[in-house]
């Protein structure tokens, strides 16, 4: 049975990854499970310095979901150069790093700083506020998804992915323009910006007052710009939004996605990311499919 | 790989101690065996729309019989859901996670409000020194005779009903205690006043801090608070609560 996979010349022993931010730089979750087992390891967005993220509380439920306003957290390229790569070199996985900044530069800045380390593929967090086109996110203007694609792609020794926002009217159209920056892989989809109120204060749950709504609450919108995607354009793309079992995952690969990640379910079963990639195989083996790309994009238009 | 899975306990009691608040005796001796005062487990619900586990913290272990105690306050849907479990029902929780507190000092303050009262009685059990108990409630008293078994016991309620009336620093000020130590749990405004008062007499203070939280190991970020220090994690200056705390000295942290 085969179920590696390859995007942009790397070949994944298996199609599931994590999702950026739902699994810290891999460390956090090596005591649940053996990183080895897994297709890649995608980690938490990385910027060109530490960010110290949003006020808390940054996390609220919601139903089937979960909203979240961490503001990007994290250590900066040095740290994670320094630490984060060694540790998860040590196993049998590739590493998908997920890149986060404010304006080109920083992005092109932390790409820059990885061209000679030893990592897989670049995933890029176009959902980021663009400090200089007024905070609009970079991946909500088709044109400014192409400059900073083809940017990223001139300088970058790593095969890049954009990760697309669905907070977008024509998500397709967002996937073209990447595609025509020289992309070499689309990741989607991130959150889904959402709001909740605490009726009883009578405030934000959140200090940052929006947030980004993910959980199985978010699955169906995410496999169906997966599968408008997988139609749009020529590249492989890695699905993810609310899942949580094999299932799910399977929809996704159904729909047109190579490989899958694992996100929010993480945080309610650390082991999540192993029983998909277990069920995937039971599946297959049930079903007689020999090969994963058997299952990839497959579905049957009535 | 770990001591901290995801495992169904059995419920082995579940009893209304106050308006709002239970306790429930749990079979889980796969969190007993290493569980210590000041650490918490992640409670699963049963409803699949909630989806994120409760952090309750452990109010008592006992490591013979496999069992831990968990009181917590229904503050909502997935709290609720808690408060209806009975005899011999199962549920999924996490554990034991975070720090715990350390055991030091001679004359120890345990100081406790609201629901920050019940991971202090394991504390008071484990704690080898001579210990006073202060205990801040808004109305309803609960615990209080559990704590007389470890120290004296004096009480503080907003409403006057019981004690002295105000929270639980008027309380040790009226009672002029005195202590080479600091263990407090319970909301931030109480544990802000007690790490100012901790400073200005110059006693060490052990603070019990809660956030919302989604993972509970560490990795999502959630339950962050301001340090003074650099934090290991992301060289900012937020430690995470779930991983990195639930307890801090007071000098710290910024509440």
Redesign the interface.
């Known amino acids: 049975m085969n179920t590696s996979v390859n995007i942009a010349g790397i070949t994944f022993q298996n199609p599931v990854t994590t999702a950026s931010?739902?699994?810290?730089s891999g460390m956090?979750?090596s005591?649940?499970v053996?990183l080895s087992r897994l297709g890649a390891v995608t980690t938490?967005g990385v910027a060109s310095v530490?960010?110290?993220?949003n006020p808390?509380?940054?996390?609220?439920?919601t139903?089937?979901?979960?909203l979240?306003a961490?503001g990007l957290?994290?250590?900066?390229v040095e740290?994670f150069i320094k630490r984060d790569i060694p540790f998860l070199r040590q196993f049998d996985t590739k590493i998908i790093v997920n890149i986060v900044g404010r304006t080109i530069e920083d992005y092109c800045e932390v790409v820059d700083r990885l061209a000679d380390c030893d990592v897989d593929m670049l995933e890029i967090n176009i959902s980021c506020p663009n400090v200089k086109e007024g905070g609009i996110a970079f991946g909500q203007d088709p044109r400014l998804v192409e400059e900073i694609t083809s940017k990223i792609k001139v300088r970058a020794k790593q095969p890049v992915i954009m990760k697309l926002s669905p907070n977008v009217a024509d998500i397709a159209e967002m996937a073209r323009a990447a595609q025509a920056g020289g992309a070499d892989a689309l990741s989607l989809i991130n959150t889904l910006t959402g709001m909740k109120i605490d009726i009883n204060r009578r405030t934000f749950a959140l200090a940052n007052k929006t947030g980004g709504l993910s959980?199985?609450a978010i699955k169906p919108i995410a496999v169906r710009m997966v599968y408008q995607v997988a139609n749009a354009v020529d590249l492989p793309i890695i699905g993810m939004g609310g899942i949580t079992t094999a299932e799910d995952a399977l929809e996704f690969i159904m729909a047109g996605a190579t490989m899958i990640a694992v996100g929010?379910a993480?945080?309610?079963?650390?082991?999540a990311t192993i029983e998909v990639l277990e069920g995937i195989k039971h599946f297959m083996i049930q079903q007689g499919v020999h090969d994963i790309h058997e299952l990839i994009g497959c579905i049957k238009e009535k | 790989m770990t001591s901290t899975v995801r495992k169904k306990g059995i419920v082995i009691q579940n009893t209304k101690l106050a308006k709002d608040i239970y306790s429930l005796w749990l079979e889980a001796p796969f969190i007993a065996d290493s569980a210590r005062p000041g650490q918490f487990v992640s409670l699963y619900c049963k409803d699949g729309s909630r989806l994120l586990p409760r952090p309750i913290s452990i109010c008592e272990i006992n490591k013979e019989k496999g069992r831990i105690r968990l009181v917590f306050r229904v503050v909502g849907k997935g709290t609720e859901e808690f408060s209806y479990l009975q005899e011999k029902d199962t549920l999924d929780l996490m554990g034991p996670l975070g720090n715990g507190f350390n055991l030091e000092g001679k004359k120890a303050l345990i100081i406790g409000g609201g629901i920050g009262i019940p991971p202090l009685l394991e504390l008071a059990k484990k704690l080898n020194c001579e210990k006073q108990v202060v205990l801040g409630f808004r109305d309803d008293i609960y615990m209080e005779e559990e704590f007389e078994a470890f120290g004296k016991v004096y009480i503080s309620t907003e409403d006057g009903s019981k004690g002295v009336k105000g929270n639980v620093l008027d309380a040790i000020r009226y009672h002029q205690l005195e202590a080479d130590i600091i263990y407090a749990c319970g909301p931030k405004p109480m544990l802000k006043g007690i790490k100012d008062y901790a400073i200005e007499h110059g006693i060490k203070a052990q603070l019990s801090l809660e956030e919302r939280m989604a993972c509970g190991v560490g990795a999502c970020l959630g339950c962050v608070c301001q340090s003074r220090e650099t934090d290991m994690h992301t060289h900012v200056k937020n430690k995470r609560i779930c991983k990195d705390g639930p307890v801090f000295y007071a000098e710290e942290v910024e509440l």
């Open positions: 931010g739902t699994f810290g956090e979750y005591d649940y053996d938490k530490p960010w110290p993220g808390t509380p940054r996390i609220a439920e139903h089937g979901g979960m979240n961490i957290q994290n250590p900066g740290v959980g199985p929010t993480n945080f309610i079963n650390p082991t």
